[in-house]
């Protein structure tokens, strides 16, 4: 970092207690009115949508508004207490339910969940107890609690999974629920196709000085980038529109064994929510049908890796592994420094991103000038996660922390990385150096994608 930042380190590296504990108790709190602005605000607390498992992929919303709740209850409520190192819970005897890894998504209808107002007083319950150790903690004492760690961790928490209830939402049948204001206008037109060069060079890739990092972020570690083309932005509707017209779909020679077999067995012709009414391509957001005509310089939204990877193969590109990805977000070529985001090391702002579940969908591409890199490359941040051709695994130097089920256990499977964030993403996650995976066939996620291109030696 460039600057001192409220709760950071002065100069001589003390923490501002007093400044971290109120951003700490904002993050806190900006996390839960996103849990209960998807839940209890719009369903009040009796309705059948909290309890309706819409998708096998996702859980039934009060078990997410219970979970969030647990894991607060396990890291803070219990091991954040100032003057113990494990306290009593607040509801340990429920543990076993709200456990991820132990239960998977389509089994959690069946078990004896709370209902959804119990699941909203435990959370506030525990919320209680979560800021009266916030107040009293003193940040320098354990591993967990230097620089505020396991409180950001938890808030961190709270966000993903306030993604993944939102991308319940969209798997939901039914009238729209959820309102936003529209995504701003591009302001910087031309950019669909748009190519950028990015010379080779060392990097430092990853962090290990972001004091809300999570263990895969790090260690930071030298890479080398040898010269290749990335897309300006993220391809849109209007350019997948294309790839799927042609008949992409149906040409086998595009596709992965892998992913012809998954769209063949599952009917794919489009991405999710795409359909055609009297010939003309839409989508629904949300429960909204549009016209893909009338968003169509927005990012293609829910599609998976193979698809992504089959549209780059038709336009004679590739997609980016996750290295040149990070350099284009990180490093600047006028320096040769690596900086927190596209923009520099100021946090995000709704100037440089759509983030924060602020529109209810991507923005056009050039909407966010402010946010590019000095490249050129745009919306880095926000608006979609983008699909890049990497596996899973630890950074040289590797470390689990403060439990191997987050990251460690993933390693080596099939998993594909995401990057970038998405709207749907609490601007606590969105760094440059965050990391998100999936399934390669899983496209019920914010995931879109742009492509890349290597520079062959005779050029």
């Known amino acids: ?15 501002d207690r007093t400044a971290l504990r109120h951003r700490l108790a904002a993050e806190l ?27 096998p992929l996702m859980s039934p919303l009060h078990w997410d ?7 607060e209850d396990y890291w803070l409520a219990r091991r954040a207490a100032p003057d113990a190192d494990l306290v009593a819970g607040v509801r340990e005897d429920i543990d076993h339910l709200y456990d991820a890894f132990t239960n998977p998504r389509a089994g959690r209808p069946a078990l004896p969940l709370l209902d959804p107002a119990g699941a909203r007083v435990y959370g506030d319950r525990v919320r209680e107890r979560a ?43 039914g009238a729209p629920v959820l309102h936003a204001d529209p995504p701003p206008a591009s302001s910087v037109p031309g950019l669909p196709g748009t190519e950028v060069f990015h010379a080779g060079a060392e990097f430092l890739m990853g962090t290990s000085t972001e004091p809300a990092a999570l263990d895969n972020e790090k260690p930071a570690h030298p890479v080398r980038v040898a010269d290749f083309w990335l897309d300006a ?36 012709t489009a991405p999710m929510t795409w359909e055609q009414v009297e010939g003309v391509w839409h989508r629904t957001s949300f429960g909204v049908r549009e016209a893909i005509g ?21 336009a004679g590109k590739r997609l980016p592994t996750e290295v040149e990805w990070e350099f284009a977000a990180r490093h600047d ?43 050129g490359v745009h919306q880095l941040i926000g608006d979609v996660w ?74």
Request: aromatic fraction near 12%.
């Open 333 to 375: 070529p006028a320096t040769g420094t690596t900086r927190r985001f596209p923009w520099g090391d100021d946090d995000p702002t709704p100037e440089r991103a759509n983030l924060d579940q602020r529109h209810l969908q991507p923005a056009p591409v050039g909407a966010y000038p402010a946010g590019a890199s000095p490249r």
């Open 65 to 71: 508004v219970a979970h969030i709740a647990n894991m």
């Open 233 to 268: 932005a993220p391809v849109t509707n209007a350019e997948y529109a294309r790839f799927v017209d042609a008949g992409g779909y149906r040409d086998r020679s595009l596709w992965s064994d892998a992913a012809w077999e998954h769209i063949t067995a599952e009917g794919w």
């Open 386 to 459: 983008e699909w890049c051709d990497s596996g899973f695994e630890g950074y040289p130097g590797f470390e689990p922390f403060p439990y191997k089920e987050y990251s460690e256990v993933f390693f080596g499977g099939d998993f594909r990385m995401l990057r970038g964030s998405s709207f749907g993403v609490g601007t606590p996650n969105a760094r440059a150096t965050f990391r998100n995976w999936d399934l390669p066939i899983r496209r019920q996620i914010f995931s879109g994608f742009r492509c890349a291109r290597s520079v062959s030696r005779s050029a």
């Open 294 to 314: 009338d968003v169509a310089d927005q990012p293609v939204l829910h599609v998976s890796f193979g698809e992504a990877a089959a549209y780059a193969a038709w």
């Open 29 to 55: 709190a900006a996390a839960r009115a996103r849990t209960r602005s998807l839940t209890h605000d719009v369903f009040g607390s009796d309705h059948p949508d909290l309890t309706r498992q819409h998708s």
């Open 1 to 15: 970092m460039t600057a001192t930042t409220p709760g950071s380190t002065d100069r001589t590296g003390r923490t």
């Open 131 to 173: 800021l009266e150790h916030l107040e009293a903690a003193a940040f320098d004492e354990r591993r967990t609690l230097a620089d505020g760690f396991v409180f950001s961790m938890i808030v961190q928490h709270e966000q993903q999974h306030v993604e993944t209830m939102l991308a319940t939402h969209q798997l939901r049948a």
